[in-house]
């Protein structure tokens, strides 16, 4: 078997054998086939597509491609959660730590930033001191002595998907439905939960953009987990305009400390409540998501979840004394208010540009491996629907220079839309699939 000739098969539409999937993603794990074969056959599948049948074959190879965790013995179920990616997606950094102050332990494999949306890796990665790269026996004893535990691929972990994953970032090859569903579900299949919540984002800020994609993929991912064993619920989870108001690493660990003192933003506050609940109920913790929300809001009030916070964030090597200081983490020397020439109602704020102009700023890579900056971002004021008034703030640029805070602000403002005629604000969640 030769690598030029499977990438030329799916580059014709041509559906690829278990073989020659397993072959391919060996290859690239043993290094005999080069990244830039890989990303020649990762853009033919972006282009051609596959089947149910391929993409089942390669969320199993790249699950293989490490070893499977068993997490039967630590408790009597472990749920993880996955978000496709989005801008201002903090949920992790959330929910992690309040469900599992709930009772419910949470072992989850996260990724870094990919194309224009940030990933949760890097996020955690600007709490001094936290590390993300955990060998199997830590990942097992982090979550058997705190109930939490959130880590990267290693080698010993779906490394297939890491390596994939580094790639399409960087080759334009990330929205397609085959490749996204099966780097979610090797992952989630790698680190043994049993049951998963999928956030799958839809909008201008996710790599699915209509209602009918994010379906499409939800179901694919339901099916497939089903075919592992796994119970799998997604949540369909609005991503027009960003979540939350912070885009960038540290802004957003900021942001999500602020929710866990019961100070979120209302939005992100009960996107958080909606996918926690989901994973309360997949667990058997609680019967339904509306006693699941209250078992939440309860942790939130009395302060479990910050608590959590603070031990999972120690038992991971970081300074838990973040979440009573914020100005421990990462600060950007230069902010650039800019505020609104015109009053009216907030229509539109394209979260893809957010995410790219966040990008331009540091916080995101261009090339694969690169570092990112973990302290520029920007911060939102006003969401979809709200009135502004003429010279009002519309959001912070946080930057390093003065350069790029104006670059910024060029590139972020036309993200914005405004119109005389009020507008509704834009749904949180559009549906929940329960496989
Ligand atoms: N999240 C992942 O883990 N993989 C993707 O391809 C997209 C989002």
Redesign the pocket.
Same mark, same amino acid.
């Given at each position: 078997m030769r690598a030029v000739d499977i990438i030329a098969k799916k580059r014709d539409g041509l559906a690829l054998t278990a073989e020659e999937i397993n072959f391919f993603v060996e290859g690239f794990i043993t290094e005999r086939i080069p990244d830039y074969q890989v990303a020649a056959w990762a853009m033919a599948v972006l282009l051609r597509g596959m089947t149910d049948e391929e993409t089942a074959h390669l969320t199993m190879a790249m699950a293989h491609s490490g070893e499977i965790l068993d997490l039967s013995g630590l408790a009597h179920i472990v749920v993880d959660k996955?978000s496709?990616?989005g801008v201002g997606d903090k949920t992790t950094l959330v929910v992690a730590p309040l469900v599992a102050a709930v009772g419910l332990p949470v072992a989850k494999m996260s990724?870094r930033g /990919?194309g224009f949306t940030g990933g949760t890796l890097d996020k955690l990665e600007s709490i001094p001191g936290f590390s993300v790269a955990l060998t199997t026996e830590q990942f097992l004893a982090t979550v058997r002595q705190h109930g939490i535990v959130v880590a990267g691929q290693s080698a010993e972990l779906a490394p297939a998907d890491g390596k994939l994953?580094a790639l399409r970032d960087v080759t334009a090859t990330?929205p397609s439905l085959p /490749? $996204?569903a099966s780097? $979610?579900m090797s992952?989630k299949i790698a680190a043994g939960a049993e049951a998963i919540v999928l956030d799958v984002k839809v909008g201008r800020g996710a790599?699915m953009t209509t209602l009918s994609e994010a379906r499409k993929l939800a179901e694919l991912m339901i099916r497939i987990g089903a075919s592992a064993g796994r119970r799998v619920t997604t949540v369909l989870s609005g991503m027009g305009q960003p979540l939350g108001r912070a885009v960038g690493n540290a802004l957003e660990v900021a942001e999500a400390i602020e929710t866990l003192r019961g100070n979120g933003p209302q939005d992100f506050t009960e996107h958080c409540l909606v996918i926690g609940a989901e994973m309360l109920v997949l667990g058997g913790l609680a019967p339904d998501p509306d006693k699941g929300m209250t078992l939440l809001e309860r942790a939130l009030a009395e302060g479990q979840a910050l608590a959590k916070f603070r031990e999972w964030v120690s038992a991971q090597g970081g300074n838990a004394r973040v979440a009573d200081d914020l100005s421990l983490l990462p600060q950007a020397p230069v902010t650039l208010t800019v505020a609104a020439s015109q009053a009216g109602y907030l229509a539109e704020i394209d979260a893809r540009a957010v995410g790219l102009a966040t990008m331009a700023l540091g916080a995101g890579r261009e090339r694969k491996g690169e570092p990112v900056d973990h302290a520029v971002g920007v911060v939102l004021g006003p969401k979809v629907g709200d009135r502004v008034e003429a010279g009002q703030p519309l959001l912070t640029i946080h930057a390093q220079d003065e350069q790029s805070a104006a670059a910024c602000k060029q590139q972020v403002l036309g993200a914005y839309k405004l119109s005389s005629e009020p507008v509704a604000a834009p749904p949180l969640v559009y549906d929940v699939l329960r496989g």
């Open positions: 996955h496709t990616g990724g /990919l994953y990330v /490749l $996204i780097s $979610i992952k790599f």
